[in-house]
């Protein structure tokens, strides 16, 4: 039973401690919306550059 005692104030301490402290850094949130947003820009530029090169590929004359 002391046991049980003793991790029980552990455990409380340590909560008190985290809620204690609001410096702890950033949400995931806003950095996974971030990401997403750099994901999507990277992918719209690399479809335009694709398309790009393609266009510009078709247009060079072919040898007779």
Partial sequence: MH???YLHAALVAR???L???AE???SPVPTAVIIFGLV???I???GLVMAR???W???VPVAP
Avoid: K, P
């Fill in 3 to 5: 046991l049980i005692t």
């Fill in 24 to 26: 702890r850094g950033d």
């Fill in 44 to 46: 719209a530029v690399t």
């Fill in 15 to 17: 909560l008190a401690e």
């Fill in 40 to 42: 999507a820009a990277a």
């Fill in 19 to 21: 809620r204690h402290d």
């Fill in 53 to 55: 090169a393609t266009n």
């Fill in 57 to 59: 590929m078709e247009s």
